[in-house]
């Protein structure tokens, strides 16, 4: 069971937000699209499982035209808001994201 953000709390969210560059924000989810190989698309999906794991979150990954599509949503059972785990996760992809396209430079 997750712990739901009072209402206090929602700036903080949306600060968190404001801070991940190419993430685009809809309601109750978050997505993003990158441009990846497909052997980096391969470790970043494995490496955002561990992540994922982590903060039981289960994100809806596509690979389409050499782009990997990342879509973070809440459950329908638990509301529309987003919480602290999507976009912890988020903030955990992108870092993995940068670390990922480091390494191919």
């Known amino acids: ?34 441009h990846l190989d497909d052997s980096q698309h391969a470790a970043l999906t494995e490496r955002m499982k561990v992540a994922a794991d982590a903060v039981g979150v289960r994100p809806d990954v596509r690979r389409l035209d050499g782009r990997t599509q990342i879509r973070l949503r809440v459950p329908a059972s638990a509301g529309s808001a987003l919480s602290p785990g999507e976009v912890t996760l988020a903030a955990r992809i992108e870092d993995l994201y940068k670390t990922i396209i480091a390494g191919a430079a």
Request: hydrophobic share 35%; no cysteine.
């Open 1 to 34: 069971m997750r712990a739901r953000w009072s209402d206090d709390h929602r700036d903080y969210l949306s600060d968190a937000l404001a801070l991940l560059q190419g993430w685009t924000h809809d309601g109750g989810e978050i997505r993003r699209t990158l």
